[in-house]
């Protein structure tokens, strides 16, 4: 009976023990992500490559059943043609399974500004359902918000987050910008450069028009005249947002980031 009544307060006592005890937290699994690419010039290919790299993740690149070769101007000439015509290139198949992923960045080199035809070709056959898309890009001066917006219509069963895109000729800032923009999108550890607000829109003083000349003057065409900018302190500088007007009268908006020691460069332009 002894026997029988201490095996009973020993049930209860581990019962008690149960009860009151706090259980584990449970470990939040890390999102999988994927990067698919297109890359003409390997440029995008650069910033696939940096993504991968900095989150350790799978990669694949669309590659087209017949390439673009050529130079710049040969690229154009068919892209010119196969948009007159409504074609899109044929794509070889991918060597992957996007349904095994979470989050999928997408890759792609701006044409006419929007994404090129090869990624186009991709996404008409493709079911992103329940998948977050991650959009970067590679241009000449701009084509990110246009593309975006693009991409918005055509993936509507995603999610589209945050994009980022860098211009061809500041391909060595990448590194350090997408570790920046990964940590943004909670993908990576690590502390966040916080920028204030750009200032109001005011009239261009004569040094700003400087400033904007010297960003933009090594690019091969018009980007149009500076009428107002804000401006805002960065580490090390200061970055202008310029609002400019073309020879047709429209207008766009162009960043220009002016550096201490360093020759002032022009980021993107928004159109």
Do not use: H
């Not at 999610?159 to 993908?187: K, M, N, S, T, W």
């Not at 966040?192 to 904007?212: C, M, R």
Request: aromatic residues 8%; hydrophobic residues 35%; charged residues 20%.
């Amino acid at each position: 009976m002894r026997l029988k009544n201490m095996a009973l307060i020993a049930t209860s006592m581990a019962a008690i023990v149960a009860c009151t005890s706090s259980p584990k937290k449970a470990e939040t699994a890390q999102p999988k992500a994927l990067g698919i690419y297109y890359s003409q010039s390997n440029t995008t290919r650069t910033v696939a490559q940096e993504i991968q790299k900095q989150l350790n993740c799978d990669i694949a690149e669309i590659e087209c059943v017949e390439p673009y070769t050529g130079d710049f101007m040969q690229t154009i000439q068919r892209w010119q043609s196969e948009q007159k015509d409504s074609v899109l290139p044929e794509i070889k198949p991918l060597n992957c399974n996007i349904s095994n992923y979470d989050i999928i960045f997408l890759g792609y080199p701006i044409w006419g500004g929007n994404y090129a035809l090869p990624m186009a070709s991709f996404l008409k056959n493709t079911d992103f359902a329940g998948k977050k898309l991650v959009p970067f890009c590679t241009f000449g001066s701009g084509g990110l918000n246009t593309s975006v917006a693009e991409l918005q219509k055509n993936a509507q069963n995603a999610q589209i987050l945050d994009g980022y895109g860098i211009r061809q000729a500041r391909l060595a800032a990448a590194p350090a910008e997408v570790e920046q923009f990964l940590i943004r999108l909670g993908l990576k550890e690590g502390e966040i450069e916080k920028l204030p607000d750009f200032s109001e829109q005011k009239d261009v003083t004569d040094n700003e028009k400087e400033i904007f000349q010297q960003a933009c003057s090594d690019y091969q065409m018009p980007l149009g005249t500076p009428v107002t900018v804000g401006l805002r302190p960065i580490k090390g500088g200061t970055e202008y947002l310029y609002t400019v007007e073309g020879q047709n009268g429209m207008k766009s908006q162009i960043y220009v980031l002016a550096k201490e020691g360093e020759k002032p460069e022009f980021t993107q332009v928004v159109r």
